[in-house]
């Protein structure tokens, strides 16, 4: 069993309640526009394992040290992490056929700026999307996503809200 702590497109802004909310966390995960080299040093710094993408607004010191595209297990789960992925029914172009031919059991992708979880039936995958950590665009909420794999299995998860 191992605690997730979930975050994307921080755009290069620390909170120190990302702390806080990933404290006891085994892993955290970031989908990409992390925005700075020292928000990632500063996750990577809380957890065992840290473990992220580059988006479409990180420089190239994020993107000589994350890839665009990342696959990867966790306990018995598959899991991919992408920045742009679009969601279920209207995944993006660029990994649409990927997971079409070899879906996860979990995908994660930021990008949107707008938090979703949602099954997909059609390829029986879950899809995360935990909206957007920073202060930088048009979202009104901050939000964090916590969840435990366990085995193949992803259960307790939880949206946390930074008013």
Not at 51 to 56: F, P
Request: with cysteine.
């Amino acid at each position: 069993m191992k605690r997730i702590g979930i975050l994307s497109d921080t755009h290069g802004v620390w909170d120190a309640r990302y702390a806080e909310h990933f404290a006891g966390c085994d892993e955290i995960w970031h989908a990409g526009d992390i925005g700075s080299m020292e928000v990632a040093e500063r996750l990577s710094a809380l957890v065992p394992v840290f473990r992220a993408v580059h988006g479409n607004i990180d420089g190239g010191d994020v993107r000589r040290m994350y890839p665009e595209l990342l696959r990867f297990r966790c306990e018995e789960a598959d899991v991919l992490l992408k920045h742009i992925g679009g969601y279920p029914g209207h995944y993006d172009r660029s990994v649409a056929q990927r997971l079409r031919e070899r879906p996860p059991h979990l995908f994660v992708s930021g990008h949107s700026h707008i938090l979703k979880v949602m099954y997909d039936r059609t390829l029986s995958l879950l899809h995360i999307n935990p909206g957007a950590a920073g202060t930088i665009g048009w979202h009104r909420q901050r939000t964090l996503v916590r969840l435990v794999v366990d085995g193949h299995d992803f259960r307790d998860c939880q949206v946390i809200e930074l008013a």
